[in-house]
């Protein structure tokens, strides 16, 4: 067995870092960019008068970071070549997150918005796979650039994570559907044009298969945006949708009808594996960042590094780290190599591991910086806040460890597939 990271990947670390220090940090370092970094971080992103959504300065720096590293080919990495990208693999994406997260915060890859120099574009795949040629042509390129955004509508104010029971429907109306239901958290619909919006048309409660995914305009009569949740990480952009009567035509559906969830579930492995080497990627900066400051500390006459009480909760840590790293990158090689669910078990035992890693890295390292470290002049209150929400979204820590007992008990496995919302 070889660990060594191969020279290809190596060398694309290096081509990263050089594009972030020419073209990224003299952008973030304009004007007065930085309040966007620094302690004023959450008010100069937040519009709090306008609802809690991002200011619109915001995304406009958020435009241009994208516009730049779309230029210089690193935005659609991920992607296939016939899209622009280098059809960059799970391995590569599991390197280069970690990576990328490890530097701390900064406009390369801020991840409260799932914003980052190397996209990861889920409705990308989902559009390629499941979309129309018309789908394709009208939202693909646009969404890539940034031109247009779908929000993405499928939790409900009684259900998350038991998504089969929605209780948005959807019936034909000659060549017609006709929706009615609300979604909560609904996610992107501060600027949407048009959102995914999942809807029961046929079977009952519970089964899987009868739930179909819509294109809906947000401008047609009956689609409300009635608020924001505001949220432990702002800005936010999780809304609570009502929708009441509203029309759309059979050419709107996503996928086929019937089979909403596997859209839905279209990304999720690369998606989770991505994540979770982010949150490897920053608790090991939240652990690097703690043991500098205990070397430089001086408390009763001694480094700080010298006391126990430090050392060994940042040696736990880092042990942690490591051993998570290496799950996380032999999950991904393997995402290269086998079917996806073959090893569903072990992309969860990544994400829920690392999710609660970056966490538990997060808290110490305010714990180690003891007053400074509750500041947020300190960088860890906005690591923790983010990475917090992950141990729900995308699949619950609770979700993920039933998938790993499934398969470790004989109850789910690659013969008895079920979704991501019942195992």
């Not at 007065?32 to 302690?39: E, G, L, W």
Request: charged fraction near 25%; aromatic fraction near 10%.
């Amino acid at each position: 067995m070889d660990f060594d990271l191969p020279e290809s990947i190596t060398q694309t670390l290096r081509e990263i870092d050089e594009f972030i220090e020419a073209e990224l940090k003299p952008l973030q370092e304009a004007e007065d960019n930085m309040r966007f970094f620094d302690h004023r971080r959450e008010y100069a992103r937040t519009d709090f008068e306008g609802g809690g959504v991002p200011r619109r300065e915001w995304e406009e720096l958020l435009g241009q970071m994208h516009r730049l590293a779309d230029d210089a080919g690193w935005l659609r990495y991920a992607l296939p070549a016939e899209v622009g990208g280098r059809d960059g693999s799970n391995f590569d994406m599991a390197v280069i997150r970690e990576h990328l997260a490890h530097k701390g915060l900064g406009l390369h890859n801020d991840l409260q918005n799932e914003s980052s120099i190397v996209g990861n574009f889920p409705f990308a795949h989902m559009l390629m796979q499941f979309g129309t040629p018309e789908q394709r042509e009208e939202f693909l390129e646009p969404m890539i650039r940034g031109e247009a955004r779908i929000g993405f509508g499928l939790t409900e104010p009684d259900h998350g994570s038991d998504a089969t029971w929605m209780e948005t429907t959807a019936r034909r109306d000659g060549d017609d559907w006709v929706i009615n239901g609300g979604k909560r958290f609904n996610s992107g619909m501060h600027n949407a044009t048009h959102d995914v919006v999942f809807a029961r048309t046929s079977g009952k409660d519970g089964d899987a298969r009868g739930i179909t995914a819509f294109f809906v305009p947000t401008d047609l009569p009956g689609f409300s945006v009635d608020f924001q949740w505001w949220t432990f990480n702002m800005p936010t952009d999780h809304a609570e949708v009502t929708i009441s009567d509203v029309r759309v035509p059979n050419s709107a559906i996503f996928g086929a009808e019937g089979e909403g969830l596997a859209v839905a579930q279209t990304f999720v492995h690369e998606n989770r594996i991505r994540q979770a080497a982010s949150g490897v990627g920053a608790a090991q900066y939240c652990i690097d960042r703690s043991v500098e400051y205990a070397r430089k500390r001086i408390t009763f006459g001694a480094p700080l590094s010298s006391r126990q009480a430090i050392q060994f909760p940042l040696v736990e840590l880092h042990t942690e780290a490591e051993m998570v790293r290496g799950l996380v990158r032999k999950t991904a090689w393997e995402l290269d190599r086998l079917p996806h669910m073959q090893i569903s078990d072990k992309v969860s035992m990544c994400n829920y591991r690392a999710n609660r890693l970056v966490c538990d890295a997060a808290d110490r390292a305010i714990q180690v910086h003891g007053g400074m470290g509750y500041t947020r002049h300190m960088p860890f209150e906005h690591i923790y806040r983010h990475h917090r929400r992950y141990r729900i979204t995308e699949g619950s820590e609770e979700v993920q460890i039933r998938k790993v007992a499934g398969y470790l008990f004989g109850f789910a496995g690659p013969d008895k597939i079920k979704t991501d919302k019942q195992a």
